[in-house]
């Protein structure tokens, strides 16, 4: 059995390990109906590791945020365009 002490510093390891959230937006195109956005959102939070995703048809653009030791932006991009609307990296942040 493991002491408290020893336990808490266990899970404070544990914690420290977890991967920084990354923001990314990806340029969308092909959104021309007010239906685009929904779909362009349904294939991102299909993604494993997606915990926001907010699509913008008057920009082009989708914002997500993500767990990068779970996906990739790249991983997002694909997604989406394998939903039928091509999209790149615009801007990946922290």
């Not at 420290?16 to 109906?33: G, I, S």
């Not at 299909?46 to 997500?64: M, N, Y």
């Not at 945020?65 to 996906?71: G, N, S, V, Y």
Request: positive net charge.
């Amino acid at each position: 059995m493991l002491k408290p002490a020893f336990a808490a510093l266990l899970l404070l390891a544990g914690a420290a390990l977890a991967a920084e959230p990354r923001t990314v937006t990806l340029a969308v195109d092909q959104m021309t109906c007010a239906a685009c956005p929904i779909t362009v959102h349904k294939a991102l939070s299909h993604v494993a590791g997606v915990a926001q995703a907010t699509v913008d048809r008057e920009t082009h653009t989708a914002t997500v945020t993500f767990d990068p030791a779970k996906t990739t932006a790249e991983a997002l991009a694909t997604a989406v365009t394998n939903a039928g609307y091509p999209a790149k990296v615009l801007k990946n942040g922290g």
